[in-house]
T-cell receptor, first 113, second 109 residues
Framework: IAGITQAPTSQILAAGRRMTLRCTQDMRHNAMYWYRQDLGLGLRLIHYSNTAGTTGKGEVPDGYSVSRANTDDFPLTLASAVPSQTSVYFC????????????FGQGTRLTVV | GQNIDQPTEMTATEGAIVQINCTYQTSGFNGLFWYQQHAGEAPTFLSYNVLDGLEEKGRFSSFLSRSKGYSYLLLKELQMKDSASYLCAVMDSNYQLIWGAGTKLIIKP
Protein backbone atom coordinates (compact mmCIF):
# COMPACT_ATOMS: atom_id res chain seq x y z
CA ILE A 1 0.00 0.00 0.00
CA ALA A 2 1.48 3.34 -1.07
CA GLY A 3 2.05 5.82 1.67
CA ILE A 4 4.44 7.35 4.14
CA THR A 5 6.04 5.36 6.94
CA GLN A 6 7.74 6.56 10.10
CA ALA A 7 9.92 4.64 12.54
CA PRO A 8 9.96 4.14 15.42
CA THR A 9 6.33 4.52 16.50
CA SER A 10 7.40 5.56 19.98
CA GLN A 11 10.63 5.99 21.86
CA ILE A 12 11.84 6.92 25.31
CA LEU A 13 15.21 8.61 25.08
CA ALA A 14 17.70 9.73 27.70
CA ALA A 15 18.62 13.40 27.57
CA GLY A 16 21.87 14.02 25.75
CA ARG A 17 21.48 11.02 23.46
CA ARG A 18 21.44 11.24 19.68
CA MET A 19 18.35 9.96 17.86
CA THR A 20 17.26 9.69 14.23
CA LEU A 21 13.61 9.46 13.30
CA ARG A 22 13.09 7.76 9.99
CA CYS A 23 10.60 8.70 7.29
CA THR A 24 10.08 6.97 3.95
CA GLN A 25 7.48 7.60 1.27
CA ASP A 26 6.78 5.63 -1.89
CA MET A 27 4.53 8.14 -3.64
CA ARG A 28 7.43 9.88 -5.43
CA HIS A 29 6.43 13.16 -3.84
CA ASN A 30 8.88 16.02 -4.27
CA ALA A 31 8.19 17.85 -1.01
CA MET A 32 8.64 16.43 2.47
CA TYR A 33 8.18 17.94 5.90
CA TRP A 34 8.83 17.31 9.57
CA TYR A 35 6.39 18.70 12.13
CA ARG A 36 6.09 18.47 15.86
CA GLN A 37 2.69 18.51 17.56
CA ASP A 38 2.33 19.60 21.18
CA LEU A 39 -0.86 19.83 23.22
CA GLY A 40 -2.62 23.13 22.69
CA LEU A 41 -0.39 24.17 19.82
CA GLY A 42 -0.74 23.77 16.11
CA LEU A 43 1.59 21.63 14.08
CA ARG A 44 4.93 23.42 13.91
CA LEU A 45 7.29 22.96 11.00
CA ILE A 46 10.78 21.86 11.94
CA HIS A 47 12.45 21.36 8.56
CA TYR A 48 11.29 20.83 5.02
CA SER A 49 12.60 19.73 1.66
CA ASN A 50 11.06 20.87 -1.61
CA THR A 51 13.03 18.37 -3.66
CA ALA A 52 15.77 15.78 -3.25
CA GLY A 53 19.09 17.42 -2.41
CA THR A 54 17.61 20.55 -0.84
CA THR A 55 16.42 21.30 2.68
CA GLY A 56 15.16 24.35 4.53
CA LYS A 57 14.49 25.49 8.07
CA GLY A 58 10.98 25.79 9.38
CA GLU A 59 9.56 27.57 12.40
CA VAL A 60 11.38 25.53 15.10
CA PRO A 61 14.61 24.09 13.62
CA ASP A 62 16.97 24.45 16.60
CA GLY A 63 18.30 21.13 17.88
CA TYR A 64 17.23 19.25 14.76
CA SER A 65 18.86 18.43 11.44
CA VAL A 66 17.64 16.73 8.27
CA SER A 67 19.01 15.36 5.04
CA ARG A 68 17.38 14.50 1.70
CA ALA A 69 19.75 12.24 -0.19
CA ASN A 70 16.96 10.83 -2.38
CA THR A 71 13.27 11.34 -3.11
CA ASP A 72 11.97 8.69 -0.74
CA ASP A 73 13.79 9.27 2.55
CA PHE A 74 13.81 12.24 4.90
CA PRO A 75 15.38 11.42 8.29
CA LEU A 76 15.24 13.81 11.22
CA THR A 77 18.13 13.80 13.70
CA LEU A 78 18.21 15.13 17.24
CA ALA A 79 21.90 15.63 17.92
CA SER A 80 21.61 15.82 21.71
CA ALA A 81 18.08 15.36 22.97
CA VAL A 82 16.58 17.64 25.62
CA PRO A 83 13.30 17.23 27.55
CA SER A 84 11.66 20.09 25.60
CA GLN A 85 11.88 17.91 22.52
CA THR A 86 9.32 15.55 24.03
CA SER A 87 6.56 15.65 21.45
CA VAL A 88 4.75 13.79 18.71
CA TYR A 89 6.63 14.08 15.45
CA PHE A 90 4.90 13.81 12.09
CA CYS A 91 6.54 13.41 8.74
CA UNK A 92 4.52 14.48 5.71
CA UNK A 93 4.90 14.62 1.96
CA UNK A 94 3.16 16.39 -0.90
CA UNK A 95 3.39 16.24 -4.66
CA UNK A 96 4.60 19.83 -4.85
CA UNK A 97 5.47 22.60 -2.42
CA UNK A 98 2.35 24.62 -3.09
CA UNK A 99 -1.36 23.90 -3.20
CA UNK A 100 -1.16 20.15 -2.90
CA UNK A 101 -2.53 18.15 0.00
CA UNK A 102 -0.02 16.71 2.39
CA UNK A 103 -0.01 13.06 3.39
CA PHE A 104 1.12 12.30 6.92
CA GLY A 105 2.92 9.39 8.49
CA GLN A 106 1.47 7.79 11.59
CA GLY A 107 3.70 9.79 13.89
CA THR A 108 6.51 9.10 16.36
CA ARG A 109 5.82 9.72 20.03
CA LEU A 110 9.15 10.75 21.57
CA THR A 111 9.72 11.17 25.29
CA VAL A 112 13.04 12.63 26.45
CA VAL A 113 13.80 11.97 30.10
CA GLY B 1 3.22 37.67 13.01
CA GLN B 2 1.19 34.92 11.48
CA ASN B 3 -1.83 33.63 13.31
CA ILE B 4 -4.57 31.09 12.84
CA ASP B 5 -7.49 31.12 15.29
CA GLN B 6 -10.10 28.44 15.77
CA PRO B 7 -12.19 27.41 18.79
CA THR B 8 -10.53 24.96 21.14
CA GLU B 9 -13.51 22.68 21.58
CA MET B 10 -17.07 22.29 20.33
CA THR B 11 -19.88 19.89 21.22
CA ALA B 12 -22.68 18.81 18.92
CA THR B 13 -25.38 16.16 18.75
CA GLU B 14 -25.44 13.15 16.46
CA GLY B 15 -27.46 13.93 13.32
CA ALA B 16 -27.09 17.69 13.72
CA ILE B 17 -25.02 20.28 11.81
CA VAL B 18 -21.93 22.02 13.17
CA GLN B 19 -19.84 24.89 11.82
CA ILE B 20 -16.19 25.24 12.81
CA ASN B 21 -14.74 28.69 12.18
CA CYS B 22 -11.19 29.67 11.35
CA THR B 23 -9.76 33.16 11.07
CA TYR B 24 -6.27 33.88 9.84
CA GLN B 25 -3.64 36.56 9.48
CA THR B 26 -0.72 35.42 7.37
CA SER B 27 2.05 36.74 5.17
CA GLY B 28 0.40 36.11 1.85
CA PHE B 29 -2.17 33.49 0.96
CA ASN B 30 -1.90 30.47 -1.28
CA GLY B 31 -4.86 28.49 -0.08
CA LEU B 32 -6.53 27.16 3.05
CA PHE B 33 -6.71 23.53 4.09
CA TRP B 34 -8.89 21.60 6.53
CA TYR B 35 -7.64 18.35 8.02
CA GLN B 36 -9.28 15.83 10.34
CA GLN B 37 -7.28 14.18 13.10
CA HIS B 38 -8.63 11.40 15.26
CA ALA B 39 -7.01 11.00 18.66
CA GLY B 40 -3.65 9.30 18.41
CA GLU B 41 -3.69 9.30 14.62
CA ALA B 42 -2.24 11.33 11.78
CA PRO B 43 -4.07 14.26 10.20
CA THR B 44 -5.96 13.43 7.01
CA PHE B 45 -6.94 15.88 4.28
CA LEU B 46 -10.52 17.11 4.07
CA SER B 47 -10.63 20.15 1.82
CA TYR B 48 -8.72 22.91 0.05
CA ASN B 49 -10.01 26.40 -0.79
CA VAL B 50 -8.07 28.97 -2.75
CA LEU B 51 -10.95 31.02 -4.21
CA ASP B 52 -13.83 32.61 -2.33
CA GLY B 53 -16.94 30.55 -1.93
CA LEU B 54 -18.22 27.20 -0.83
CA GLU B 55 -16.72 23.83 -1.71
CA GLU B 56 -19.00 20.88 -1.03
CA LYS B 57 -17.82 17.31 -0.61
CA GLY B 58 -20.48 14.95 0.66
CA ARG B 59 -21.41 15.74 4.27
CA PHE B 60 -18.54 18.21 4.55
CA SER B 61 -18.38 21.71 3.07
CA SER B 62 -15.73 24.41 3.40
CA PHE B 63 -16.17 28.13 2.85
CA LEU B 64 -13.58 30.83 2.26
CA SER B 65 -13.64 34.63 2.33
CA ARG B 66 -10.18 35.97 1.55
CA SER B 67 -11.16 39.60 2.16
CA LYS B 68 -12.27 38.71 5.70
CA GLY B 69 -9.49 36.22 6.43
CA TYR B 70 -12.16 33.71 7.32
CA SER B 71 -13.11 30.14 6.63
CA TYR B 72 -15.49 27.62 8.07
CA LEU B 73 -15.94 23.88 7.88
CA LEU B 74 -19.54 22.70 7.88
CA LEU B 75 -20.33 19.16 8.90
CA LYS B 76 -23.85 17.85 8.25
CA GLU B 77 -25.67 14.76 9.52
CA LEU B 78 -23.10 14.30 12.23
CA GLN B 79 -22.01 10.78 13.06
CA MET B 80 -20.19 9.51 16.12
CA LYS B 81 -17.13 8.81 13.96
CA ASP B 82 -16.88 12.56 13.28
CA SER B 83 -15.59 13.02 16.82
CA ALA B 84 -12.08 14.28 16.12
CA SER B 85 -9.95 17.40 15.98
CA TYR B 86 -10.30 19.60 12.92
CA LEU B 87 -7.21 21.51 11.87
CA CYS B 88 -7.23 24.69 9.80
CA ALA B 89 -4.03 25.53 7.92
CA VAL B 90 -3.10 28.40 5.60
CA MET B 91 -0.38 28.27 2.98
CA ASP B 92 1.58 31.51 3.12
CA SER B 93 3.55 33.40 0.48
CA ASN B 94 6.51 31.02 0.95
CA TYR B 95 4.25 28.02 0.38
CA GLN B 96 4.61 26.97 3.99
CA LEU B 97 1.60 25.75 5.93
CA ILE B 98 0.69 27.72 9.06
CA TRP B 99 -1.48 25.60 11.34
CA GLY B 100 -4.15 26.43 13.85
CA ALA B 101 -4.17 24.55 17.16
CA GLY B 102 -7.21 22.57 16.09
CA THR B 103 -10.82 22.32 17.23
CA LYS B 104 -11.78 19.23 19.20
CA LEU B 105 -15.29 18.22 18.17
CA ILE B 106 -17.25 16.08 20.62
CA ILE B 107 -20.35 14.35 19.28
CA LYS B 108 -23.01 13.31 21.78
CA PRO B 109 -25.74 10.73 21.07
Amino acid sequence: IAGITQAPTSQILAAGRRMTLRCTQDMRHNAMYWYRQDLGLGLRLIHYSNTAGTTGKGEVPDGYSVSRANTDDFPLTLASAVPSQTSVYFCASSDSAGGAEAFFGQGTRLTVV
Amino acid sequence: GQNIDQPTEMTATEGAIVQINCTYQTSGFNGLFWYQQHAGEAPTFLSYNVLDGLEEKGRFSSFLSRSKGYSYLLLKELQMKDSASYLCAVMDSNYQLIWGAGTKLIIKP
